[in-house]
Protein backbone atom coordinates (compact mmCIF):
# COMPACT_ATOMS: atom_id res chain seq x y z
CA UNK A 1 0.00 0.00 0.00
CA UNK A 2 1.72 3.02 -1.05
CA UNK A 3 1.34 6.64 0.89
CA UNK A 4 -1.81 8.70 1.13
CA UNK A 5 -1.89 12.23 0.06
CA UNK A 6 -4.45 12.78 2.97
CA UNK A 7 -6.23 11.23 5.98
CA UNK A 8 -10.23 11.23 6.80
CA UNK A 9 -10.13 10.57 10.45
CA UNK A 10 -12.73 10.77 13.13
CA UNK A 11 -15.81 10.49 11.42
CA UNK A 12 -18.30 7.92 10.54
CA UNK A 13 -18.69 7.09 7.32
CA UNK A 14 -22.42 6.74 5.91
CA UNK A 15 -20.79 5.19 2.41
CA UNK A 16 -24.16 4.17 0.15
CA UNK A 17 -22.58 0.85 -0.23
CA UNK A 18 -22.68 -2.47 0.79
CA UNK A 19 -20.34 -1.37 4.27
CA UNK A 20 -23.68 0.77 4.86
CA UNK A 21 -22.36 3.61 7.98
CA UNK A 22 -18.82 3.08 9.38
CA UNK A 23 -18.39 3.80 13.05
CA UNK A 24 -15.13 5.29 13.94
CA UNK A 25 -14.17 5.08 10.05
CA UNK A 26 -11.28 6.19 8.41
CA UNK A 27 -10.76 7.40 4.48
CA UNK A 28 -7.19 7.80 2.66
CA UNK A 29 -7.22 10.11 -0.38
CA UNK A 30 -4.92 9.62 -2.98
CA UNK A 31 -4.37 11.12 -6.70
CA UNK A 32 -8.36 12.45 -6.38
CA UNK A 33 -9.46 9.31 -5.52
CA UNK A 34 -10.50 7.69 -2.39
CA UNK A 35 -7.87 4.82 -1.89
CA UNK A 36 -8.52 3.03 1.38
CA UNK A 37 -12.25 3.26 3.64
CA UNK A 38 -12.82 1.39 6.92
CA UNK A 39 -12.82 1.19 10.78
CA UNK A 40 -9.98 3.71 11.56
CA UNK A 41 -8.62 0.72 13.62
CA UNK A 42 -8.02 -1.21 10.71
CA UNK A 43 -5.63 1.74 8.73
CA UNK A 44 -2.53 0.37 7.84
CA UNK A 45 -0.57 3.06 8.06
CA UNK A 46 -0.72 6.57 8.55
CA UNK A 47 1.98 8.21 6.64
CA UNK A 48 -0.02 11.50 5.23
CA UNK A 49 -0.89 14.33 6.40
CA UNK A 50 -4.07 13.72 9.18
CA UNK A 51 -7.51 15.64 8.57
CA UNK A 52 -9.62 15.15 11.94
CA UNK A 53 -13.45 15.38 11.39
CA UNK A 54 -14.04 16.30 14.59
CA UNK A 55 -16.78 12.60 14.76
CA UNK A 56 -19.06 14.63 11.96
CA UNK A 57 -20.79 12.25 9.36
CA UNK A 58 -19.18 12.11 6.07
CA UNK A 59 -21.26 11.33 2.76
CA UNK A 60 -20.06 10.77 -0.50
CA UNK A 61 -20.70 14.29 -2.06
CA UNK A 62 -24.36 15.04 -3.33
CA UNK A 63 -25.60 14.54 -7.37
CA UNK A 64 -27.79 17.17 -8.42
CA UNK A 65 -29.14 15.01 -11.60
CA UNK A 66 -31.91 17.23 -12.72
CA UNK A 67 -31.27 20.79 -13.49
CA UNK A 68 -31.77 23.72 -15.82
CA UNK A 69 -29.40 25.51 -14.27
CA UNK A 70 -28.27 27.96 -17.17
CA UNK A 71 -31.43 30.70 -18.02
CA UNK A 72 -32.35 34.12 -18.02
CA UNK A 73 -35.32 36.24 -16.64
CA UNK A 74 -37.20 35.20 -13.90
CA UNK A 75 -41.34 34.11 -13.30
CA UNK A 76 -42.79 34.99 -10.25
CA UNK A 77 -45.62 36.27 -11.99
CA UNK A 78 -46.72 33.03 -13.42
CA UNK A 79 -46.15 31.73 -9.52
CA UNK A 80 -48.83 34.49 -8.65
CA UNK A 81 -51.31 33.40 -11.51
CA UNK A 82 -50.66 29.78 -10.26
CA UNK A 83 -51.63 31.12 -6.53
CA UNK A 84 -54.91 32.56 -8.14
CA UNK A 85 -56.07 29.43 -10.15
CA UNK A 86 -54.12 29.30 -13.50
CA UNK A 87 -52.62 25.61 -14.38
CA UNK A 88 -49.41 25.41 -15.61
CA UNK A 89 -50.83 24.34 -18.83
CA UNK A 90 -52.65 27.42 -19.07
CA UNK A 91 -49.86 29.31 -18.55
CA UNK A 92 -47.53 27.37 -21.47
CA UNK A 93 -50.74 28.06 -23.83
CA UNK A 94 -51.09 31.31 -23.19
CA UNK A 95 -47.43 32.05 -23.88
CA UNK A 96 -46.24 32.17 -20.84
CA UNK A 97 -44.13 29.01 -18.82
CA UNK A 98 -40.77 27.83 -20.80
CA UNK A 99 -41.44 30.31 -23.91
CA UNK A 100 -40.98 33.28 -21.33
CA UNK A 101 -38.02 32.07 -20.38
CA UNK A 102 -36.79 31.41 -23.90
CA UNK A 103 -37.58 35.31 -24.96
CA UNK A 104 -35.39 35.96 -21.45
CA UNK A 105 -32.12 33.63 -22.55
CA UNK A 106 -32.08 34.26 -26.36
CA UNK A 107 -31.89 38.16 -25.27
CA UNK A 108 -29.48 37.50 -22.29
CA UNK A 109 -25.62 38.33 -23.09
CA UNK A 110 -23.54 34.99 -22.55
CA UNK A 111 -21.39 36.05 -19.38
CA UNK A 112 -24.52 37.42 -17.48
CA UNK A 113 -25.87 33.84 -17.52
CA UNK A 114 -22.57 32.34 -16.67
CA UNK A 115 -22.68 34.68 -13.88
CA UNK A 116 -26.14 34.20 -12.30
CA UNK A 117 -25.54 30.24 -13.42
CA UNK A 118 -22.35 30.07 -11.15
CA UNK A 119 -24.04 32.48 -7.95
CA UNK A 120 -26.84 29.78 -8.05
CA UNK A 121 -23.94 26.31 -8.42
CA UNK A 122 -21.93 27.98 -5.70
CA UNK A 123 -24.96 28.20 -3.38
CA UNK A 124 -25.76 23.84 -3.90
CA UNK A 125 -21.99 23.65 -3.53
CA UNK A 126 -22.11 25.02 0.15
CA UNK A 127 -24.39 22.26 1.04
CA UNK A 128 -22.33 19.36 -0.33
CA UNK A 129 -23.15 19.28 -3.99
CA UNK A 130 -20.33 18.48 -6.65
CA UNK A 131 -21.71 17.07 -9.37
CA UNK A 132 -24.71 18.74 -11.87
CA UNK A 133 -26.64 17.82 -15.21
CA UNK A 134 -27.24 21.12 -16.46
CA UNK A 135 -30.13 20.75 -19.29
CA UNK A 136 -30.59 23.26 -22.32
CA UNK A 137 -33.73 24.09 -23.65
CA UNK A 138 -34.12 27.52 -23.27
CA UNK A 139 -32.80 28.73 -26.58
CA UNK A 140 -35.00 26.46 -29.38
CA UNK A 141 -32.50 27.48 -31.25
CA UNK A 142 -29.33 26.24 -32.72
CA UNK A 143 -27.40 29.63 -31.51
CA UNK A 144 -28.96 29.91 -28.12
CA UNK A 145 -28.94 25.91 -27.61
CA UNK A 146 -25.21 26.48 -28.14
CA UNK A 147 -24.78 29.62 -26.23
CA UNK A 148 -26.43 27.68 -22.80
CA UNK A 149 -23.72 24.77 -23.28
CA UNK A 150 -21.06 26.69 -23.33
CA UNK A 151 -22.11 28.49 -20.01
CA UNK A 152 -22.69 24.79 -19.21
CA UNK A 153 -18.98 24.30 -20.11
CA UNK A 154 -17.66 27.18 -18.44
CA UNK A 155 -19.13 26.43 -15.29
CA UNK A 156 -17.58 22.92 -15.05
CA UNK A 157 -14.31 24.66 -16.33
CA UNK A 158 -14.81 27.37 -13.54
CA UNK A 159 -15.88 25.74 -10.63
CA UNK A 160 -13.96 22.53 -11.28
CA UNK A 161 -16.94 20.53 -10.79
CA UNK A 162 -18.28 17.81 -12.62
CA UNK A 163 -21.04 18.59 -15.03
CA UNK A 164 -23.35 16.58 -17.37
CA UNK A 165 -24.73 18.85 -20.23
CA UNK A 166 -27.63 17.59 -21.72
CA UNK A 167 -29.06 18.92 -24.58
CA UNK A 168 -33.05 19.87 -24.14
CA UNK A 169 -33.72 21.03 -27.43
CA UNK A 170 -37.30 19.90 -27.71
CA UNK A 171 -38.47 21.60 -24.24
CA UNK A 172 -41.21 23.32 -26.27
CA UNK A 173 -42.49 24.35 -29.66
CA UNK A 174 -40.83 27.97 -30.33
CA UNK A 175 -43.23 30.90 -31.48
CA UNK A 176 -41.34 30.41 -35.18
CA UNK A 177 -42.32 26.48 -35.55
CA UNK A 178 -45.90 26.99 -34.44
CA UNK A 179 -48.08 24.97 -35.99
CA UNK A 180 -45.20 22.90 -37.16
CA UNK A 181 -43.89 20.71 -34.65
CA UNK A 182 -42.67 17.94 -37.13
CA UNK A 183 -40.70 20.40 -38.73
CA UNK A 184 -39.10 22.04 -35.22
CA UNK A 185 -38.43 18.12 -34.95
CA UNK A 186 -36.93 17.81 -38.28
CA UNK A 187 -34.62 21.18 -37.37
CA UNK A 188 -33.57 19.52 -34.26
CA UNK A 189 -32.71 16.24 -35.67
CA UNK A 190 -30.92 17.39 -39.03
CA UNK A 191 -29.47 20.50 -37.84
CA UNK A 192 -28.94 21.41 -34.31
CA UNK A 193 -28.44 18.35 -32.05
CA UNK A 194 -25.71 17.13 -34.79
CA UNK A 195 -24.14 20.98 -34.70
CA UNK A 196 -23.84 20.51 -31.06
CA UNK A 197 -22.23 16.88 -30.87
CA UNK A 198 -19.62 17.86 -33.31
CA UNK A 199 -18.89 21.14 -31.36
CA UNK A 200 -18.47 18.85 -28.01
CA UNK A 201 -20.76 20.50 -26.13
CA UNK A 202 -23.32 17.73 -25.53
CA UNK A 203 -22.92 14.47 -22.89
CA UNK A 204 -26.59 13.59 -23.40
CA UNK A 205 -29.98 14.20 -24.94
CA UNK A 206 -33.79 14.69 -23.21
CA UNK A 207 -36.87 15.63 -24.36
CA UNK A 208 -40.35 16.88 -23.01
CA UNK A 209 -42.66 14.04 -23.66
CA UNK A 210 -46.22 15.39 -22.47
CA UNK A 211 -49.62 16.71 -24.35
CA UNK A 212 -48.14 20.15 -23.52
CA UNK A 213 -44.73 19.26 -25.09
CA UNK A 214 -43.75 16.59 -28.00
CA UNK A 215 -45.48 13.26 -28.81
CA UNK A 216 -44.08 9.85 -28.10
CA UNK A 217 -43.50 9.45 -32.17
CA UNK A 218 -41.68 13.31 -32.09
CA UNK A 219 -39.58 11.91 -28.89
CA UNK A 220 -38.19 8.60 -30.78
CA UNK A 221 -37.51 10.59 -34.03
CA UNK A 222 -35.31 12.50 -31.43
CA UNK A 223 -34.01 9.06 -29.88
CA UNK A 224 -32.93 7.61 -32.68
CA UNK A 225 -31.05 10.50 -33.83
CA UNK A 226 -28.97 10.27 -30.82
CA UNK A 227 -28.43 6.28 -30.95
CA UNK A 228 -26.86 7.17 -34.27
CA UNK A 229 -24.47 9.76 -32.19
CA UNK A 230 -24.01 7.57 -29.52
CA UNK A 231 -25.51 9.62 -26.86
CA UNK A 232 -27.65 8.71 -23.99
CA UNK A 233 -31.15 9.70 -23.74
CA UNK A 234 -33.06 10.90 -20.93
CA UNK A 235 -36.52 11.85 -20.85
CA UNK A 236 -39.29 13.89 -19.26
CA UNK A 237 -41.97 11.55 -18.96
CA UNK A 238 -45.67 11.18 -17.44
CA UNK A 239 -45.29 14.29 -15.58
CA UNK A 240 -48.66 15.69 -16.56
CA UNK A 241 -50.51 12.73 -18.09
CA UNK A 242 -49.50 9.26 -19.18
CA UNK A 243 -48.15 9.15 -22.55
CA UNK A 244 -46.15 6.13 -22.65
CA UNK A 245 -42.73 8.12 -22.47
CA UNK A 246 -41.57 6.36 -19.60
CA UNK A 247 -41.76 2.70 -21.55
CA UNK A 248 -40.50 4.85 -24.56
CA UNK A 249 -37.09 5.21 -22.97
CA UNK A 250 -36.86 2.21 -21.42
CA UNK A 251 -36.60 0.36 -24.81
CA UNK A 252 -33.96 2.83 -26.14
CA UNK A 253 -31.97 2.08 -22.62
CA UNK A 254 -32.58 5.66 -21.81
CA UNK A 255 -30.26 6.76 -18.21
CA UNK A 256 -33.54 7.91 -16.84
CA UNK A 257 -37.15 8.70 -16.69
CA UNK A 258 -38.08 12.28 -14.40
CA UNK A 259 -41.01 13.28 -13.10
CA UNK A 260 -43.22 9.99 -13.44
CA UNK A 261 -46.58 11.39 -11.46
CA UNK A 262 -48.51 9.71 -14.34
CA UNK A 263 -47.03 6.58 -14.74
CA UNK A 264 -48.48 2.98 -14.53
CA UNK A 265 -47.16 -0.64 -13.87
CA UNK A 266 -46.63 -0.91 -17.71
CA UNK A 267 -44.23 1.75 -17.55
CA UNK A 268 -42.48 0.74 -14.24
CA UNK A 269 -42.12 -2.69 -15.59
CA UNK A 270 -40.44 -1.29 -18.63
CA UNK A 271 -37.97 0.76 -16.20
CA UNK A 272 -37.37 -2.09 -15.06
CA UNK A 273 -36.23 -4.54 -17.05
CA UNK A 274 -33.65 -1.65 -18.76
CA UNK A 275 -32.36 -0.92 -15.77
CA UNK A 276 -33.71 3.06 -16.11
CA UNK A 277 -33.29 5.24 -13.29
CA UNK A 278 -37.03 6.81 -12.03
CA UNK A 279 -35.54 10.73 -11.46
CA UNK A 280 -38.71 12.07 -8.58
CA UNK A 281 -38.60 15.95 -8.42
CA UNK A 282 -40.75 16.62 -5.30
CA UNK A 283 -40.20 20.39 -5.94
CA UNK A 284 -41.75 20.60 -8.99
CA UNK A 285 -44.90 18.24 -7.64
CA UNK A 286 -44.90 20.70 -4.38
CA UNK A 287 -45.08 24.17 -6.65
CA UNK A 288 -47.42 22.88 -8.98
CA UNK A 289 -49.59 21.41 -5.89
CA UNK A 290 -49.55 18.30 -7.77
CA UNK A 291 -52.07 15.98 -6.43
CA UNK A 292 -50.98 12.73 -8.08
CA UNK A 293 -47.77 11.06 -6.60
CA UNK A 294 -45.81 9.03 -8.15
CA UNK A 295 -45.89 5.20 -7.32
CA UNK A 296 -43.55 4.22 -5.42
CA UNK A 297 -44.81 1.15 -4.24
CA UNK A 298 -44.54 -0.06 -8.09
CA UNK A 299 -40.77 1.20 -8.42
CA UNK A 300 -39.77 -0.49 -4.95
CA UNK A 301 -41.79 -3.42 -6.49
CA UNK A 302 -40.30 -4.03 -9.22
CA UNK A 303 -36.59 -2.72 -8.56
CA UNK A 304 -36.82 0.31 -9.93
CA UNK A 305 -33.69 3.01 -8.46
CA UNK A 306 -34.86 5.69 -7.78
CA UNK A 307 -33.28 9.33 -7.74
CA UNK A 308 -33.99 12.97 -6.14
CA UNK A 309 -32.81 16.48 -7.79
CA UNK A 310 -34.09 19.97 -7.45
CA UNK A 311 -34.93 20.21 -10.93
CA UNK A 312 -34.19 23.84 -10.33
CA UNK A 313 -36.06 25.97 -12.97
CA UNK A 314 -37.32 29.03 -12.81
CA UNK A 315 -40.76 28.46 -13.53
CA UNK A 316 -41.60 25.07 -11.14
CA UNK A 317 -39.03 24.54 -9.27
CA UNK A 318 -36.82 27.52 -8.20
CA UNK A 319 -34.97 25.69 -5.28
CA UNK A 320 -31.61 25.54 -4.62
CA UNK A 321 -31.46 23.13 -1.32
CA UNK A 322 -30.85 19.62 -2.45
CA UNK A 323 -31.00 18.76 1.39
CA UNK A 324 -34.43 20.22 1.20
CA UNK A 325 -35.20 17.99 -1.73
CA UNK A 326 -34.83 14.76 1.17
CA UNK A 327 -37.28 16.04 3.07
CA UNK A 328 -40.15 16.84 0.68
CA UNK A 329 -39.08 13.31 -0.89
CA UNK A 330 -39.91 11.68 2.26
CA UNK A 331 -42.54 13.87 3.50
CA UNK A 332 -44.35 14.20 0.10
CA UNK A 333 -43.51 11.08 -1.83
CA UNK A 334 -43.04 8.79 1.47
CA UNK A 335 -39.21 7.64 1.26
CA UNK A 336 -37.81 6.50 3.74
CA UNK A 337 -34.56 8.21 4.58
CA UNK A 338 -32.23 5.49 3.31
CA UNK A 339 -33.84 5.52 0.02
CA UNK A 340 -33.84 9.49 -0.05
CA UNK A 341 -29.79 9.69 0.60
CA UNK A 342 -29.28 6.86 -2.06
CA UNK A 343 -31.54 9.16 -4.19
CA UNK A 344 -28.47 11.61 -4.26
CA UNK A 345 -25.74 10.40 -4.01
CA UNK A 346 -25.26 6.44 -5.84
CA UNK A 347 -28.80 6.13 -7.96
CA UNK A 348 -28.17 10.30 -9.10
CA UNK A 349 -24.63 8.62 -10.27
CA UNK A 350 -26.70 5.96 -12.40
CA UNK A 351 -28.86 8.55 -14.02
CA UNK A 352 -26.52 10.33 -15.29
CA UNK A 353 -24.21 7.31 -15.71
CA UNK A 354 -21.42 8.07 -13.38
CA UNK A 355 -22.01 5.35 -10.72
CA UNK A 356 -18.26 4.14 -11.60
CA UNK A 357 -17.12 7.52 -11.24
CA UNK A 358 -18.94 8.75 -8.11
CA UNK A 359 -21.99 8.64 -5.35
CA UNK A 360 -20.64 6.03 -2.55
CA UNK A 361 -17.47 5.94 -0.33
CA UNK A 362 -15.75 2.83 -2.23
CA UNK A 363 -12.15 2.37 -3.14
CA UNK A 364 -11.37 4.16 -6.55
CA UNK A 365 -14.51 6.36 -6.85
CA UNK A 366 -13.91 10.33 -6.76
CA UNK A 367 -12.62 12.15 -3.69
CA UNK A 368 -15.59 13.86 -3.43
CA UNK A 369 -16.80 13.73 0.32
CA UNK A 370 -19.65 16.08 2.15
CA UNK A 371 -19.22 16.73 6.11
CA UNK A 372 -21.81 17.29 7.95
CA UNK A 373 -22.89 19.14 11.32
CA UNK A 374 -25.63 15.57 12.16
CA UNK A 375 -25.82 12.44 14.58
CA UNK A 376 -26.88 10.20 12.05
CA UNK A 377 -27.84 10.41 7.93
CA UNK A 378 -31.06 10.46 8.46
CA UNK A 379 -30.90 13.62 10.36
CA UNK A 380 -30.39 15.01 6.80
CA UNK A 381 -34.03 13.96 5.90
CA UNK A 382 -35.54 15.19 9.16
CA UNK A 383 -34.54 18.54 9.32
CA UNK A 384 -36.22 21.84 7.21
CA UNK A 385 -33.84 24.57 6.25
CA UNK A 386 -30.75 25.46 7.51
CA UNK A 387 -27.48 24.20 5.89
CA UNK A 388 -25.83 21.37 8.27
CA UNK A 389 -22.73 20.75 5.62
CA UNK A 390 -19.75 21.29 7.58
CA UNK A 391 -17.10 21.81 4.65
CA UNK A 392 -16.82 19.45 1.05
CA UNK A 393 -14.27 17.26 -0.20
CA UNK A 394 -13.85 18.26 -3.97
CA UNK A 395 -11.07 16.27 -5.64
CA UNK A 396 -9.10 15.44 -2.30
CA UNK A 397 -9.69 18.94 -1.60
CA UNK A 398 -11.10 20.34 1.31
CA UNK A 399 -13.35 23.16 0.96
CA UNK A 400 -14.92 24.26 4.25
CA UNK A 401 -18.06 26.60 4.74
CA UNK A 402 -17.57 30.45 4.05
CA UNK A 403 -17.93 32.08 7.45
CA UNK A 404 -18.78 35.77 7.97
CA UNK A 405 -21.87 37.68 6.35
Request: charge should be negative; charged fraction near 20%.
Amino acid sequence: MGEFDSIWVNVHAATMAEHGVIKNACIGLRDRKIAWVGPEKDLPHRNAPIRDGGGRLITPALIDCHTHMVYGGTRADEFEQRLQGASYADIARAGGGILSTVRATRAAPEDDLFASASARMKSLLREGVTTFEIKSGYGLDLETERKMLRVATRLRDDLGLRIRRTFLGAHALPREYAGRSDDYIDEICNVMLPALHADGLVDAVDAFCENIGFSPAQTERIFKTAKKLGLPMKLHAEQLSNQGGAALAARYGALSADHLEYIDEAGVKAMAQAGTVAVLLPAAFYTLQETMRPPIDLFRRHGVPMAIATDHNPGTAPALSLVLMLNMACTLFGLTPDEALKGITVNAARALGLQDICGTIEKGKAADLALWDVNEPRDLCYRIGGNPCAGVIVNGAFFPPPTGP
